[in-house]
């Protein structure tokens, strides 16, 4: 069974960095790219990145673009999304996401991970 | 970049009715056109992929269709677990989502 946790989530400050962390199981992790997808409360879903599975190539929205990194660590399962100059619009749920088989769909989802940011 | 514009925002049906939402992209991207459900306080959930292919295990009262600019997601014989918000995907370049259907009880 494909699963996907994410952690790292929390109350963060304007101005602050967060990490957040997606381990995956159920699948060869370094064969399928991965993406980051958020939701802010009671509104739509919006991709954030995207890393290949080898990690060479990343892709990101202009909205996080210059102030995040993905990454990702295929010997751990894990993969990483960092951000940087947090802003009270970057309070979302964030989700990590599995490509598809046979495709850049997002095949399967983490539970989410509830990031607010707020002094 | 490629805008998704999807309608209605909010569509109210019956159990047993058939419904169709709609998703208009900016530019063609077709065939990688995906379709998600999502419940509150849940992820979302692959439905459709590339266009018209039924994700292994989604029930087949969910259809796909479209082609080009123009994309439908059909839900026949609406079922009292169908009332959710569809979200249409495009993954033609880079990743974009519509705004978001709610299948709401009328």
């Known amino acids: 069974e494909v699963q996907l946790v994410e952690s790292g989530g929390g109350l963060v400050q304007p101005g602050g960095s967060l990490r957040l962390s997606c381990v995956g199981s159920g699948f060869n992790f370094n064969d399928y790219e991965m993406f980051w997808v958020r939701q802010a409360p009671g509104k739509g879903l919006e991709w954030l990145s995207h890393?290949?599975?080898?990690?060479?190539?990343?892709n990101y929205a202009d909205s996080v673009k210059g102030r995040s990194t993905v990454s990702r660590d295929n010997g751990k399962r894990s993969l990483y999304l960092q951000v940087n100059s947090l802003r009270a619009e970057d309070t979302a749920v964030y989700y990590c996401?599995?490509?598809?088989?046979?495709?850049?769909?997002?095949?399967?989802w983490g539970q989410g991970a509830l990031v607010s940011v707020s002094s | 970049d490629i805008q998704m514009t999807q309608s209605p925002s909010t569509l109210s049906a019956s159990v047993g009715d058939t419904v169709t939402i709609t998703c208009r992209a900016s530019?063609?991207?077709?065939?990688?056109l995906a379709w998600y459900q999502q419940k509150p306080g849940k992820a979302p959930e692959l439905l459709i992929y590339?266009?018209?292919t039924l994700e292994t295990g989604v029930p087949s009262r969910f259809s796909g269709s479209g082609s080009g600019t123009e994309f439908t997601l059909t839900i026949s014989s609406l079922q009292p677990d169908d009332f959710a918000s569809y979200f249409c995907?495009?993954?033609?370049?880079?990743?974009?989502f519509g705004q978001g259907t709610k299948v709401e009880v009328k």
């Open positions: 890393i290949t599975g080898s990690g060479r190539t990343t």
């Open positions: 996401a599995r490509g598809g088989y046979s495709g850049s769909y997002f095949a399967y």
């Open positions: 530019q063609s991207v077709s065939p990688w």
């Open positions: 590339k266009t018209s």
């Open positions: 995907q495009q993954y033609h370049t880079y990743w974009t």
